[in-house]
């Protein structure tokens, strides 16, 4: 009986497993996107974007304040972004430069790098457009490294 019991047991362990779904990376940098499995499994409805800081000379930027401000309206040349400092989403490299925020919102977010009382950077285009993030639910967004001015 208790081989009955354990088999039914890890039959159903195996078959629970096969239906996870693997969330996928987007990387939507200059209109591409490539999908892989992803270690990150955002909470159902949420999504979850991270990246990398680096100097002009690729050395990770470790403890760089990271800011995700809100998309409202507009179009591709419109809208308006806000950065909340109390509730805009925040996180702060690691010793590899590294940035991860869990849990967000879907939607369009514009990435500002830096401290907002003295030296920052809203993340832009070539043509000093800022580059806007776009999100769905339940998608994992890896943002190319950044290379930031300051140090």
């Known amino acids: 009986m ?4 354990l088999t039914i047991i890890i039959i ?18 200059n209109g591409l996107t490539q999908e892989t499995n992803n270690i990150f499994e955002p909470e159902p409805g949420k999504s979850i974007i991270y990246g990398k800081l680096i100097s002009e000379s690729t ?13 409202y309206g507009g179009d591709s040349k419109g809208g308006a ?18 940035y991860y925020f869990f ?7 514009v990435l500002i790098v830096g401290n ?12 000093n457009e800022p580059i806007v993030y776009s999100i769905s639910p339940g998608e994992v967004l890896q943002i190319d490294p950044v290379i930031i001015s300051f140090e």
């Open 2 to 5: 208790k081989n009955i019991l």
């Open 59 to 71: 050395s990770p930027q470790e403890g760089v304040v990271v800011r995700l401000a809100k998309v």
């Open 81 to 98: 972004y806000v950065l909340d400092d109390s509730n805009s989403p925040k996180a702060i490299t690691d010793e590899n430069g590294e």
């Open 12 to 29: 159903l362990v195996i078959m629970l497993s096969s239906c996870a779904s693997n969330p996928t990376i987007s990387n939507k940098e």
């Open 103 to 109: 849990s967000l919102l879907p939607g369009e977010y």
């Open 116 to 127: 907002l009382d003295s030296n920052f950077e809203i993340i832009n285009k070539s043509d």
